[in-house]
């Protein structure tokens, strides 16, 4: 349930961004397949990994841990 919430508050963080997933990955040096198996709630992302996201959508890491 968690990682699904999570998943889906990445993917509206990085649309409201206009970011696409390949561009996400790109900036952030992370594949594009690990950008969709995040949001769709398929793997356990670490800390450093949301970190990373959070850096790369210019947003504080708690804008993306609301749930």
């Given at each position: 349930m968690v990682l699904k919430a999570f998943g889906k508050r990445?993917?509206?963080v990085?649309?409201?961004k206009?970011?696409?997933q390949h561009e996400l990955a790109l900036t952030a040096g992370i594949s594009?397949?690990?950008i969709g198996n995040i949001?769709?709630?398929e793997v356990n992302v670490t800390l450093s990994t949301i970190?990373?996201?959070a850096t790369t959508l210019n947003v504080p890491l708690e804008e993306l841990t609301k749930l």
């Open positions: 990445l993917r509206d990085r649309i409201s206009g970011l696409s594009k397949n690990q949001e769709r709630g970190n990373l996201i």
